[in-house]
């Protein structure tokens, strides 16, 4: 069996699909071990997970940048500079901490989520062979989205976002500058001939292929498998399930990433005021609910929500469009609202909204009317709960996360007979 390391993004929407693909690996008798700063500990270990700190970055003041990212600047061009500062530095301090941390662990193998930049080359410095794990929709593909969908942005916002994914998500511009001067301090060539230098054996993303557009000519290393959900990988989480009324249930989730704006939880609980229906708001650990103890309604708000039951429960979700909560909806066949913001969730609302299955209304001047009306819609309209019903079935006959480690299995132990390397498979 072989003992796999997993370089992830920090967010919840990454974290929870590679602590699930790391469970049914070890399920099978590998071992995983996460490498990332000691904050993340407590969330890996109780998965029955390894893990091995990477120590924090230092500004030129010696302090902790984990802390120095709580004061965040103001002006639009000073947050993509440093947006991009940032994504810079953390990619840097992988590549200086994480190669050392592997070979002192006796890795076999990487699993690199598409976020961690620093990933791929940390595998080619060590001669490892690595996986690349999509948990949303792959950056090559594309976040756009039509502009009756798109969040309505002013034109500076707008070329920020461009920018920022073109430097950070297409390695443009300052990150991938940083990275070829480490590349070349190491001896490697630059990372556009990766591709062809070192490949990653196999591409994998949890976007499932009747989720997506119609493509051709994908490489043959590329894979869609489906979500990858286990509710055993979920901790438990107190819920009031007694204050649940009998009437429909709308479950409303902005993420937890950004927080949702205090302003479209009000518009919501307006909107279900009056429908018939008992709205239930989870915060993302965000914000405190006392903040909203006088919503219209009297809806059912808490930090944070037993999600995947809730959603059994739910009739109609609200969502923000973020992957792992279209994800695990669909997989529950319920229809949607959706109010997408920022980077993938556009490009997955516009897949949701060519499917039929939501209905996608765009930030900034939403009313209580367009969502009263978006609801009504969904509740009267069976043709949503349809279309969400039929992705349901292709989604759950795909076994996403048997199928990954299936492929991750089957390369692995391809590459380790192709050239020579000693795997226990």
Not at 35 to 57: Q, S, V
């Amino acid at each position: 069996m072989s003992h796999f390391g997993v370089l992830s993004y920090k967010g919840t929407g990454h974290l929870n699909p590679l602590i699930t693909l790391s469970r049914e690996l070890v399920a099978r008798g590998h071992r995983v071990t996460f490498f990332h700063d000691a904050e993340l500990k407590a969330r890996i270990c109780p998965h029955g997970l390894g893990f091995f700190p990477i120590a924090a970055a230092r500004d030129s003041s010696g302090e902790d940048t984990c802390s120095s990212r709580r004061q965040r600047p103001s002006s639009a061009l000073a947050v993509l500079r440093y947006r991009v500062h940032r994504t810079v530095n953390d990619m840097e301090r992988f590549l200086r901490e994480a190669p050392q941390a592997l070979t002192r662990a006796g890795v076999d193998a990487l699993i690199v989520d598409e976020l961690a930049l620093a990933g791929p080359t940390i595998a080619e410095m060590l001669c490892l062979p690595y996986f690349v794990i999509s948990t949303s929709v792959p950056h090559n593909f594309g976040w756009s989205a039509p502009r009756r969908i798109a969040p309505r942005r002013s034109i500076f916002t707008r070329v920020q976002n461009a920018l920022l994914e073109i430097s950070v998500f297409r390695m443009r511009g300052p990150v991938r500058r940083r990275l070829d001067n480490f590349r070349r301090q190491v001896g490697l060539g630059p990372i556009r001939l990766i591709k062809q230098a070192f490949p990653e054996l196999a591409h994998i993303t949890q976007l499932p292929q009747c989720l997506d557009f119609p493509r051709s000519g994908l490489p043959p290393t590329f894979h869609y498998t489906g979500p990858f959900v286990d509710e055993a990988a979920r901790l438990s989480m107190k819920f009031s399930w007694d204050q649940l009324d009998g009437r429909p249930v709308v479950y409303a989730s902005l993420g937890t990433t950004l927080k949702g704006e205090p302003a479209t939880f009000r518009l919501i609980a307006k909107a279900c005021d009056g429908l018939g229906v008992q709205l239930v708001i989870a915060l993302g650990d965000r914000r405190d609910p006392e903040m909203f103890h006088d919503m219209p309604g009297k809806p059912l708000i808490v930090r944070n929500a037993p999600q995947l039951e809730l959603l059994k429960r739910s009739e109609i979700v609200i969502t923000h469009a973020g992957a792992n909560t279209v994800f695990e909806t669909l997989m529950q066949g319920k229809p949607m609202v959706a109010i997408p913001q920022y980077f993938d969730q556009p490009a997955i609302a516009a897949r949701l909204a060519w499917l039929r299955a939501a209905i996608v209304l765009r930030p900034g001047k939403l009313s209580v009317q367009e969502i009263r009306s978006a609801l009504a819609t969904v509740l009267s309209d069976p043709s949503y709960g349809n279309a969400a019903r039929g992705i349901q079935a292709k989604i759950r006959s795909a076994h996403g996360l048997e199928r990954a480690v299936d492929l991750i299995e089957q390369a692995l132990g391809n590459h380790a007979g192709g050239f020579g390397r000693s795997f226990d498979t």
